[in-house]
T-cell receptor, first 115, second 116 residues
């Protein structure tokens, strides 16, 4: 069965520092996609970044990058130069054929940026 | 471009009362999703529509939950009667649809339901 594991329930990071949020996944599919979403206190899920299993390069979107290690089945999100507005819940999710292309979600990591 | 619209944003009801949530997806998005998100957890899918057809409702508690998507656009999710355990945030999302591992879902702000 597919599963997403986020082992960090909460993190405190000093403003302007880089932060890495961990995500490991489990699937038997060869073709799958990994997503990171941000959920601020307002409640809306905001798409951040996507990595396909066949993508050879790590995905980057502005200050966000995804450290994709396929053999270890990990897809960590790296936020460079953190800002106060980065304080939010962060969810890792996966989509693959053997889950009927449903998004399978992790439990999330609550990130708090300290001034 | 307008995002996914949901209403109401907040709803407080007493147990055994009915409640309904409304969602208007992004124009042109064929696929619509309803999720339930309990506090401190990731969302869990309740139902997925491709146009008007519910293609995945395996996790919808059908004894009390119902959903419809008339004309393949707006959707309504209903709970009747509500129970204390239904307190959660109900998220609606839409996407352009299709199979494949990439299919970005766009989420609405959610409806926070409190059942007393």
């Amino acid at each position: 069965a597919q599963k997403i594991t986020q082992t960090q329930p909460g993190m405190f990071v000093q403003e302007k520092e880089a932060v890495t949020l961990d995500c490991t996944y489990d699937t038997s599919d060869q073709s799958y996609g990994l997503f990171w979403y941000k959920q601020p206190s307002s409640g809306e899920m905001i798409f951040l970044i996507y990595q396909g299993s066949y993508d050879e390069q790590n995905a980057t979107e502005g200050r966000y990058s995804l450290n994709f290690q396929k053999a270890r089945k990990s897809a960590n999100l790296v936020i460079s130069a953190s800002q106060l507005g980065d304080s939010a819940m962060y969810f890792c999710a996966m989509r693959a054929e053997d889950s009927n292309y449903q998004l399978i979600w992790g439990a999330g990591t609550k990130l708090i940026i300290k001034p | 471009e307008a995002g996914v619209v949901q209403s109401p944003r907040y709803k407080i009801i007493e147990k055994k009362q009915p409640v309904a949530f409304w969602c208007n997806p992004i124009s042109g998005h064929n696929t619509l999703y309803w999720y339930r998100q309990n506090l401190g957890q990731g969302p869990e899918l309740l139902i997925r529509y491709e146009n008007e057809e519910a293609v995945d409702d395996s996790q919808l508690p059908k004894d009390r939950f119902s959903a419809e998507r008339l004309k393949g656009v707006d959707s309504t999710l209903k709970i009747q009667p509500a129970e204390l355990g239904d307190s959660a945030v109900y998220l609606c999302a839409s996407s352009q649809g299709g199979q494949g591992s990439y299919n970005e879902q766009f989420f609405g702000p959610g409806t926070r339901l409190t059942v007393l």
